[in-house]
């Protein structure tokens, strides 16, 4: 079964922090998403990337950064956590080809505080 | 660039009601299209796709045809379950963003009993 996996369902984080949302996947897909979700605004794409040390900017980029070392990891990370970074985040893989797919994690329900 | 668009929600219904949600799209190319469903607390879940014009996607009693004449791909179900209240989101790849899935704002679903 395939599978994409975020490290926490939850996380309470206070203003300032730097915080960390990780995600895995199995299926040894190039394409990796970071989305946020929020009431009346759908979801919205904050950065991809489509290789190991590759990333682009999503429509949201700003306030966020990622990492992939990895071509089974990428990471979300907030340098410093503020109250409007609240969201549901959820992360997504799919094969490089156009046209694919994309299998979703979880999510992170994140609240800044 | 990329764009969907879905019928605002919310959409109540009670329980073997026939269900139609609309989406519409525009996009460069040839894209897939998909229907995806989330549950409460959950990330989303493919529910069916269809890659060129004139298929039928079909899942769990759900059916959706790519018209590309009507740049349309209207979700449809003959009788709903309680079970299938959710979230459906329509989305395309393969557009003009090739890599990245562009999706609509999504409707939610509720099925009384």
């Known amino acids: 079964d395939v599978k994409v996996t975020q490290s926490s369902r939850y996380l309470v984080k206070r203003t300032g922090e730097k915080v960390f949302l990780e995600c895995v996947q199995d299926?040894?897909?190039?394409?990796m998403f970071w989305y946020r979700q929020d009431p009346g605004l759908g979801l919205r794409l904050i950065y991809f990337s489509y290789d190991v040390k590759m990333k682009e900017k999503g429509d949201i980029p700003e306030g966020y950064s990622v990492s992939r070392e990895k071509k089974e990891r990428f990471s979300l990370i907030l340098e410093s956590a503020s109250t409007n970074q609240t969201s549901m985040y959820l992360c997504a893989s799919s094969f490089l080809q156009g046209r694919a797919e994309a299998f979703f994690g979880q999510g992170t329900r994140l609240t800044v505080v | 660039g990329d764009s969907v668009t879905q019928m605002e929600g919310p959409v109540t219904l009670s329980e073997e009601a026939f269900l139609t949600i609309n989406c519409t799209y525009t996009a460069t190319g040839y894209p897939s299209l998909f229907w995806y469903v989330q549950y409460p607390g959950e990330g989303l879940q493919l529910l069916l796709k269809a890659t060129k014009a004139d298929d039928k996607g079909s899942n769990k009693g759900f059916e959706a045809t790519y018209r590309k004449e009507t740049t349309s791909f209207h979700l449809e179900k003959g009788s709903v379950q309680v079970s299938d209240s959710a979230v459906y989101f329509c989305?395309?790849?393969?557009?003009?963003?090739?890599?990245?899935?562009?999706f609509g704002s999504g409707t939610q679903l509720t099925v009384l009993p």
């Open positions: 299926m040894d897909h190039e394409n």
């Open positions: 989305a395309l790849s393969g557009g003009g963003s090739a890599r990245q899935l562009t």
